[in-house]
């Protein structure tokens, strides 16, 4: 139907889905190169993204399932192709690109993952010098996780057959490249310390191309390296191939037949060098007893009469006798005047002596207070009786003795000292020296 024939209202959802799917059939798959920018991968496993150049920009999302695949990891303003069909989110109406794909612009996806990967784990000390664990001197179990149909097993064996043919080997097979070969190596290793019944392990396959070694790149087989209590031997590819795995592990060996060689001597260079070790040890024994025989004879010429030594010591043995006997009286005397003097110090400090001479300050303490006391007390009378004397003469009893009166108004009884005070029918309370009087004005002279 034309759209345009006849007039037709679309809602906005009806005017997206036709432009989605113009983009999705016109768009299936695109390649597109540009800076990224807004990196955001949230707990989901998807990955946001913004492409852009110098003029313009996309948004892209990488679902979870193709996140997963990627190699390497990408950072904002890294350069970048990516590969994908276009869409419409319907939400915000915005176009974008589902990416399916993703690779480094100018540099290989694995070979980016190798670097970013190798400068994490050095950051965190896994390649450090301290972590290397020294190879046993004569192994007698070795450990072997690599394919067991490969080219490396078979190196491994002859050489390890020809240098040393009664050594006990343990194969744990395991894939050694494509998926999931990273998980069972590092298992296989997981799975000897577990165990621990090799005295070490030879980790590694023959050569190939970076994508044939990089199981033994892979995060999961560089930490479980790491971790083993057994020392690892490297041994992937050829001398020119260098792995995640060849820089944890305790020593690299070029190649697998190289490992084979390191991690056990030849036996007739092992018997060669202990017959050269016995006839050494033999020579320095028959040194050491010819020496220690001279020392033999010239003590035995240096030894004198035992009877003189014997008296001689005797003699010292008197004399040190004397002088501990004296030494001891000494020592006697003096602690004793040390003791005495110390018993005397101790009657000086006694608390009895210290108890008497407080009762008899207390005693005295007492006497002197009652003494005091009583002084004290004749004092306060004699003061108590001048000042009775100078109170009664100025008692106001002896005035009213001589005929004189107080004189006080009613209600409030104020006493009256001017006529002026008084008008006629006043209530007035005449005090006199025995008893008191009302009485009434009747006339007020001034």
């Known amino acids: 139907m034309d759209l345009f024939s006849e007039k037709r209202i679309l809602t906005v959802s009806q005017l997206t889905a ?19 920018s807004n990196l955001a991968q949230p707990s989901s496993g998807h990955c946001y993204f913004t492409l852009k150049d110098g003029t313009a920009q996309i948004r892209c999302v990488m679902f979870r399932g193709a996140a997963r695949m990627l190699r390497f990891r990408p950072q904002d303003g890294m350069g970048l192709i990516a590969r994908g069909r276009l869409s ?4 915000r109406g915005d176009y ?29 000390g896994l390649f450090d010098e301290r972590h290397k664990k020294p190879l046993p001197l004569l192994p007698q179990r070795i450990g072997i996780v690599t394919s067991p149909t490969g080219a490396a097993i078979h190196d491994i064996l002859h050489v390890l057959n020809r240098r040393f043919a009664n050594l006990e080997i343990l194969l744990y097979p395991v894939k050694v490249q ?30 190939g191309s970076l994508e044939d070694l990089w199981a033994f790149n892979e995060e999961v087989v560089a930490r479980s390296i790491h971790a ?10 050829h001398e020119v191939d260098v792995t995640i795995a060849d820089l944890v592990a305790d020593l690299r ?37 010819a020496d220690l025989r001279g020392r033999l004879t010239a003590s035995t010429r240096a030894l004198r009469d035992p009877t ?55 005693i005295s303490c007492q006497a002197r207070n009652a003494a005091a006391l ?53 209530r007035l309370n005449v005090i006199l020296q025995k008893g008191e009087v009302d009485c009434l004005v009747e006339k007020v002279k001034e």
């Open 18 to 36: 036709l432009v989605r799917g113009v983009l999705e059939e016109n768009f299936q798959q695109v390649w597109v190169e540009g800076e990224i």
């Open 88 to 91: 419409v989110y319907d939400q």
């Open 96 to 124: 974008q690109l589902l990416v399916e794909y993703l690779e480094p612009k100018g540099v290989g996806a694995l070979q980016l993952a190798f670097q970013q990967l190798k400068e994490r784990l050095a950051r965190e």
């Open 178 to 207: 494509g998926e999931g070969a990273g998980g069972e190596i590092a298992a296989a290793i997981r799975e000897f310390n577990r165990h621990g019944q090799v005295d070490v392990l030879i980790v590694g396959r023959g050569g």
């Open 228 to 237: 083993s209590k057994i020392p690892v031997i490297s041994a992937v590819g």
């Open 253 to 289: 060996a070029p190649t697998p037949s190289a490992a084979a060689e390191l991690v056990v001597g030849s036996k007739v260079e092992l018997e060669e060098r202990l017959i050269l070790l016995e006839h050494r040890l033999q020579q320095a024994m028959r040194h050491c007893f």
């Open 308 to 362: 003189t030594l014997l008296g001689h010591a005797a003699q010292r043995v008197d004399d040190l006798a004397e002088r501990l006997a004296q030494a001891t009286r000494w020592g006697v005397a003096a602690r004793k005047e040390r003791l005495e003097r110390r018993i005397g110090q101790l009657r000086m400090a006694s608390p009895l002596l210290k108890v008497e001479r407080g009762r008899e300050l207390l």
């Open 374 to 426: 009583c002084r004290q007390l004749d004092r306060n009378r004699e003061r108590l009786a001048i000042a009775g004397s100078a109170l009664h003469a100025l008692s106001p009893l002896l005035t009213l003795g001589r005929g004189y009166a107080v004189v006080q108004k009613y209600p409030e009884l104020a006493v009256v000292k001017d006529a002026g005070q008084l008008a006629a029918g006043d």
